[in-house]
């Protein structure tokens, strides 16, 4: 398999996790987003004061794209809630109530052998798998190769076979059932080259073909991997291996997507973990006991290069994969970049920690100021697509996005890594998805 262009091989962070997935005890108020993953977000289908099951349908979508929202829990329904200025709900507010029952949730196994995909597909949709399908849909026809994403190369984040340890059939069930719902002809699962006894697991368990990805980052980018695969053919389709292990829950054991199984690094955590978490979950309170003490944190919603920073309110979704928690650091610090530097990451190997082997650290400081492009390249060097972030952000900045568009702005995958390269501290990477939207607005019109 060809070696991907550019990219970049992340070293070990304080804070990854590693060890046995945890289960997070469930609590007894979660708030649902009507908006989870591919698709149209939902619209509430039940009322404050309504009895509620765990896995029944709450909200459905006003379109063939998308999947319902169920509850997480058995309880009632507190609160539709509307953000200031909205119209429409944006979530859900359900609360235990031992007071209040409710019918039991569907059923929505089947026997996918023998199920014709159609109607395979419509138990998986039911079931909420199409959120972690691209564009929101399960249907025949829509994929000629599956490939199944089993490789991990961002920052924080514990090789996959520890993720999925203990479920290596089921994934690869899970694969197969979701092949035949979207009229796959092929099934692959990329793993990474270093990952040898989860990649022998699957195989073990009868998946097809696994394919050796190298850990470079993003070198699990859905466009990357179907290049590698399959020739960045048109009809290949790429999951999470999430994914596949939602498509086994729903048609071997009848379960709705409610559970998350999430990666918790950074910094942050005194205790960093895998663990399987309710969606609807508030990031504060899955993480409470696991806080580093005395230390003031930010919550990322993914990982810290294209993440979201995010209050600890903000509440787990299904279509969630990690949780970076670094420490807040806003103090400036006079001739940064002259320190020794034994636990900061460079591309440059300028540090001293290029050469110990030492956990690096991560956290909220930018380690320097914002200077002028000093035209070093390595925003070239790194980009996995082969475009010139400095050109195109320069391109932007002066309003030329037509020049910026024929370079190929919209080949841009956001991996974030032109601005975690730069020495100059550039926002290259929201400069160049602000430019993309600019275009597709534009071409809305």
């Given at each position: 398999m060809a070696?991907?262009?550019?990219?970049?091989?992340?070293?070990?962070?304080?804070?990854?996790?590693?060890?046995?997935?945890?289960?997070?005890?469930?609590?007894?108020?979660?708030?649902?987003?009507?908006?989870?993953?591919?698709?149209?977000?939902?619209?509430?289908?039940?009322?404050?004061?309504?009895?509620?099951?765990?896995?029944?349908?709450?909200g459905t979508p006003p379109a063939q794209v998308g999947s319902p929202v169920h509850a997480p829990i058995d309880g009632v329904v507190r609160e539709l809630a509307v953000k200031a200025r909205a119209k429409q709900p944006w979530a859900i507010v359900i609360e235990r109530d031992a007071g209040k029952a409710a019918p039991p949730a569907p059923d929505t196994r089947c026997e996918w052998t023998a199920a014709a995909p159609e109607a395979l597909a419509e138990a998986l949709t039911h079931a909420g798998v199409a959120a972690l399908v691209p564009g929101g849909m399960i249907a025949p026809g829509l994929a000629r190769v599956l490939v199944a994403v089993c490789v991990h190369t961002a920052p924080l984040l514990p090789r996959a076979g520890a993720v999925y340890a203990g479920r290596e059939n089921d994934l690869v069930t899970g694969g197969r059932i979701l092949a035949k719902a979207l009229g796959a002809q092929e099934l692959c699962f990329a793993v990474g080259r270093r990952d040898r006894a989860f990649a022998a697991a699957l195989a073990g368990g009868g998946a097809p073909r696994v394919a050796a990805i190298d850990e470079?980052?993003?070198?699990?980018?859905?466009?990357?991997?179907?290049?590698?695969?399959?020739?960045?053919?048109?009809?290949?389709?790429c999951v999470s291996g999430r994914a596949a292990l939602a498509a086994y829950d729903a048609a071997v054991k009848g379960a709705a997507l409610i559970n998350v199984?999430?990666?918790?690094?950074?910094?942050?955590?005194?205790?960093?973990?895998?663990?399987?978490a309710r969606v609807g979950t508030?990031?504060?309170?899955?993480?409470?006991?696991?806080?580093?003490?005395?230390?003031?944190?930010?919550?990322?919603?993914?990982?810290?290069?294209?993440?979201?920073a995010v209050?600890?309110?903000?509440?787990?979704?299904?279509?969630?994969?990690?949780v970076s928690v670094l420490p807040e650091d806003r103090e400036r610090r006079f001739l940064e970049f002259?320190?020794?530097?034994?636990?900061?990451?460079?591309?440059?190997?300028?540090?001293?920690?290029?050469?110990?082997?030492?956990?690096?650290?991560?956290?909220?400081?930018?380690?320097?100021?914002?200077?002028?492009?000093?035209?070093?390249?390595?925003?070239?060097?790194?980009?996995?697509?082969?475009?010139?972030?400095?050109?195109?952000?320069?391109?932007?900045?002066?309003?030329?996005g037509e020049e910026a568009e024929a370079l190929a702005l919209m080949d841009c995958i956001e991996c974030g890594l032109c601005s975690y390269v730069c020495p100059s501290k550039l926002p290259l990477h929201e400069e160049l998805a602000r430019g993309k939207r600019a275009v597709r607005e534009e071409l809305a019109q």
């Open positions: 070696a991907l262009k550019g990219g970049y091989r992340f070293r070990l962070f304080e804070g990854t996790p590693e060890g046995t997935v945890a289960a997070h005890r469930v609590g007894g108020r979660v708030v649902v987003p009507l908006a989870q993953g591919e698709g149209y977000a939902a619209l509430p289908v039940v009322s404050p004061g309504d009895a509620v099951a765990a896995g029944q349908v709450i470079v980052y993003p070198g699990e980018h859905p466009k990357l991997l179907a290049r590698a695969v399959a020739g960045g053919a048109a009809d290949v389709v199984r999430l990666c918790l690094g950074g910094a942050g955590l005194a205790r960093p973990a895998i663990v399987d508030p990031l504060g309170e899955l993480c409470a006991d696991r806080l580093a003490p005395g230390r003031e944190v930010r919550y990322v919603a993914g990982n810290f290069l294209t993440g979201v209050p600890p309110e903000h509440p787990v979704t299904r279509d969630l994969e990690c002259m320190r020794p530097g034994a636990r900061k990451d460079s591309y440059g190997r300028t540090f001293l920690a290029a050469f110990l082997k030492r956990p690096l650290a991560g956290d909220t400081n930018l380690h320097g100021e914002l200077r002028p492009c000093i035209n070093c390249g390595w925003c070239e060097d790194v980009c996995p697509v082969g475009l010139m972030p400095d050109l195109l952000m320069k391109l932007l900045r002066i309003d030329q």
